[in-house]
């Protein structure tokens, strides 16, 4: 991937430039440099990382899992009327941790993907595995983030294209059932059945309740409809990259596609530095589900794309990093069937610590 983030930074920069003469140019550039440097130097560094360091994703993973299902735990406190650092649930959806429910939805949705992985393959004690998948599993549905819930059936997609032929009949019916117990849910039958907060949730996204909100989906048709007109009254040349110009309807409500979010903030040089960086990722995941026995990565890579298509994903970090890890550690797993002694183990770290050693201490 190392030239097409190359070309793909250089188009970002490049968004910024030109469309900072509608906005600010200073600020527009910075975000513009800011994140093509993100895209290009943290891929590199995490690999790095991972090849200098074997145990680097061991670890990383496990601190992450930890801190998530702590998050989703104070969660779990909030919904339940107790303040954690001072912040409780916000009409009824909980931060955990994350400063926004969505954040906490979606960081929840990668937890699961990656404990449903490591049970998968029993790397670690399964009770363990299973009490943080629980907290994160109830987390997840106390957001009331039906992007967050989205992303997680894409996510699980990728699990289900390795199961067998009988576990994929068994899934296609469980999903079916699912499938009309929702419907029959949205009816209004079942829908004492739901936490309340969800329950709301529900109706506000589908325009049945009259409260609405900035995550509707009346309102996110609306935001890409605001984009729409100006990217056919100019393609090339967007709003700019900064806080400035981003606002649709209001100043503070944004363009919740990323894809059209780029071309309206970044014009036709970001929307092109978006597209090369989705495929080179796209293509990432799917040779990384052919040629490994990982699952967790690959479906990082697709959930976290698929909740950029409905959120106010753009240029933030902390969306950024988990795929950016993931195609990293894809990069460098072991092929399937192919296992390691822990001789040759040893004989690799060793191989690597001398590779990193000055040479004047040789």
Not at 220 to 246: C, H, K, S
Request: aromatic content about 8%; hydrophobic content about 55%.
């Amino acid at each position: 991937m190392q030239g097409v983030l190359i070309a793909a930074a250089a188009m970002i920069v490049l968004g910024g430039l030109s469309s900072g003469q509608n906005s600010n140019l200073t600020e527009s550039t910075t975000v513009a440099v800011t994140f093509a440097l993100l895209v290009t130097v943290a891929p590199a560094a995490i690999l790095f990382q991972t090849r200098r360091h074997p145990s680097f994703v061991r670890i990383t993973v496990t601190l992450t899992l930890v801190v998530q299902t702590a998050s989703a735990a104070a969660g779990i406190a909030q919904l339940g009327g107790i303040a954690i650092f001072g912040v409780i649930a916000r009409e009824g959806r909980v931060n955990g941790l994350a400063y926004h429910p969505n954040v906490l939805g979606i960081m929840s949705t990668l937890a699961i993907l990656v404990l449903l992985d490591l049970l998968r393959r029993k790397a670690a004690r399964p009770f363990l595995l299973v009490c943080a998948l629980g907290i994160n599993v109830v987390a997840l549905l106390a957001t009331a983030s039906l992007s967050s819930l989205i992303t997680l059936l894409v996510g699980l997609l990728f699990f289900f294209v390795r199961l067998s032929t009988t576990a994929k009949m068994l899934s296609f019916l469980i999903a079916a059932v699912s499938l009309l117990v929702s419907l029959w849910v949205a009816n209004g039958d079942l829908s004492v059945l739901l936490p309340e907060a969800f329950a709301s949730r529900v109706q506000q996204v589908t325009g049945a309740s009259a409260e609405g909100g900035v995550a509707s989906l009346l309102v996110r048709f609306q935001t890409y409809e605001w984009a729409w007109n100006y990217i056919t009254a100019d393609p090339w040349v967007g709003v700019g990259m900064d806080a400035l110009n981003q606002g649709t309807l209001t100043p503070s409500l944004v363009v919740h596609n990323y894809i059209l979010r780029g071309w309206y903030q970044g014009g036709i040089f970001l929307l092109m530095g978006f597209i090369l960086i989705t495929i080179s990722l796209l293509v990432v995941a799917m040779n990384g589900m052919r040629k490994t026995n990982l699952i967790a990565p690959s479906a990082v890579i697709g959930a976290v794309l698929a909740f950029g298509m409905t959120s106010a994903f753009y240029t933030q970090s902390h969306y950024w990093i988990p795929i950016l890890v993931a195609a990293a550690v894809l990069n460098d797993a072991s092929p399937v069937g192919q296992k390691t002694t822990a001789k040759e183990r040893h004989v690799a770290r060793m191989a690597r610590r001398w590779a990193n050693r000055p040479l004047s201490s040789l």
